[in-house]
T-cell receptor
Framework: DAGITQSPRHKVTETGTPVTLRCHQT?????MYWYRQDPGHGLRLIHY???????DKGEVSDGYSVSRSKTEDFLLTLESATSSQTSVYFC???????????????FGAGSRLTVL | SQKIEQNSEALNIQEGKTATLTCNYT??????LQWYRQDPGRGPVFLLL?????KEKRKERLKVTFDTTLKQSLFHITASQPADSATYLC??????????FGTGTRLLVSP
């Protein structure tokens, strides 16, 4: 997990409260991703970023928003947490995203979120 | 969107044997396919990448094959060790920046 840190690593919150997860990288990689991992579903892409202030939706973006004001930080916000958002959230970074390259991801250690 | 199928049942093998994991996909053949390893409580770690024009890729005891006709990749670990016990994820490129992951197959190597 060197070069990428997630915080907090564990969080318990109540339904309806806002939650922000932070991903910080020291690799200066252009691409950053937020995935969630649930039993039976595997890793599913929530949002990703291809540069500062450049973000796009993934497969399961409803209920989530992201922001990237600096290259090194990618924030995931749950405006009003629901029990269905209980999950393990992984941030990932990548240097290359071009069609000629290959998108090899480096993952953080994960943030376990429980919404009661 | 791409659908990926990996055997959800755990694969149990004895130390020293070859483990073979399967990844099947349903739609278009991706430009490349990747395999990751995930240990409990940790994030996935990249192992190998194979491109659509490659039939086979090797790295130490690991071998990956890619058959675009069958829409399948096989992941082999030869001379398996208990330390190889983990969940192995298959991932396919979707578009320029996205990777789609399978649910993973858990491998258990017993001494």
């Amino acid at each position: 997990d060197a070069g990428i840190t997630q915080s907090p690593r564990h969080k318990v919150t109540e339904t309806g409260t806002p939650v922000t997860l932070r991903c910080h990288q020291t690799e200066n990689h252009r691409y950053m991703y937020w995935y969630r991992q649930d039993p039976g579903h595997g890793l599913r892409l929530i949002h990703y970023s291809y540069g500062v202030k450049d973000t796009d939706k993934g497969e399961v973006s409803d209920g989530y928003s992201v922001s990237r004001s600096k290259t090194e930080d990618f924030l995931l916000t749950l405006e009003s947490a629901t029990s269905s958002q209980t999950s393990v959230y992984f941030c990932a970074i990548s240097e290359s995203g071009s069609i000629s390259g290959a998108n090899v991801l480096t993952f953080g250690a994960g943030s376990r979120l429980t919404v009661l | 969107s791409q659908k990926i199928e990996q055997n959800s049942e755990a694969l149990n093998i004895q130390e020293g044997k070859t483990a073979t994991l399967t990844c099947n996909y349903t739609n278009y053949s991706p430009a490349y396919l990747q395999w990751y390893r995930q240990d409990p409580g940790r994030g996935p770690v990249f192992l190998l990448l194979i491109r659509e024009n490659e039939k086979e890729k090797r790295k130490e005891r690991l071998k990956v094959t890619f058959d675009t006709t069958l829409k399948q990749s096989l992941f082999h670990i030869t001379a398996s060790q208990p330390a190889d016990s983990a969940t192995y994820l298959c991932a396919l490129a979707e578009g320029f920046q996205k990777l789609v992951f399978g649910t993973g197959t858990r491998l258990l190597v017993s001494p």
